[in-house]
Every structure is written in structure tokens, then in C-alpha cells.
């Protein structure tokens, strides 16, 4: 059974870096053809997809996103991490951390996800 569980800071302020990891026990991000993926839900609004990083260690990113967004991850300790810079309180969102299984939008797995609020 693998489980995906999210951690970092619930309130960051504007301007500064938020940063989320993702631990993933019970399989391996290297796994061929899984993509883990960040995914965000602000206040009253749909899900919005970020980006991911594939079992291969490419990235890519949402567009609209892409200039401030970083995905990493340490196979050591099989987690992957997402950095998103210069934040606004449009930022702010329920993240969640999730496994596709092919890169085509078949999340099987995710994380219980975790509140970011940017505010000073």
C-alpha cells in the first residue's frame, strides 16, 4: 500500500518561498512511469494542477506557474519536494502530493493534502 504524506509550513509570508515535502512510503519514486505530483485547491475554487516530477527525474510544470516553481526530489529518502517562490496570498490552497500513474492524469494515490495560507 503506498502512502503519500505531505509536511512543511502552514502559514508562509508574501514574497517568501513556500517549500512542501512529500514523503512516499510503500513504493519508490524512481518506480518506472510514475510521476509524482504537486496539486493545489484554493479557497472556493477547483483543483489546480502544478507540476511533477517523473520516476526518471524530469519536471515539467503548469505554465502559469512555471517561473516560480521547483520540483526536487532526495531518492535517499524517497520524497520529493516543491518550492514555489515570490508567493502571494493567491497562493494560498489545500496541497496535495499524488501518484499518476502513467503521466496521463490517473492519480491512484494521494497524500490527506496540507493548508498553506500566506498571509503577514
Known amino acids: 500500500q503506498v502512502q503519500l504524506q505531505e509536511s512543511g509550513p502552514g502559514l508562509v509570508k508574501p514574497s517568501q518561498t513556500l517549500s512542501l515535502t512529500c514523503t512516499v512510503s510503500g513504493g519508490s519514486i524512481t518506480t518506472n512511469y510514475h510521476y509524482w505530483t504537486w496539486i493545489r485547491q484554493p479557497p472556493g475554487k477547483g483543483l489546480e494542477w502544478i507540476g511533477y516530477?517523473?520516476?526518471?527525474?524530469?519536471?515539467y510544470y503548469t505554465p502559469s506557474l512555471k517561473s516560480r516553481t521547483s520540483i526536487s526530489r532526495d531518492t535517499s529518502k524517497n520524497q520529493f519536494t516543491l518550492q514555489l517562490s515570490s508567493v502571494t496570498p493567491e497562493d494560498t490552497a489545500v496541497y496535495y502530493c499524488?501518484?499518476?500513474?502513467?503521466?496521463?492524469?490517473?492519480?491512484?494515490?494521494w497524500g490527506q493534502g496540507t493548508q498553506v495560507t500566506v498571509s503577514s
Open positions: 516530477i517523473a520516476y526518471s527525474g524530469s519536471t
Open positions: 499524488a501518484r499518476d500513474l502513467r503521466g496521463i492524469g490517473e492519480y491512484d494515490y
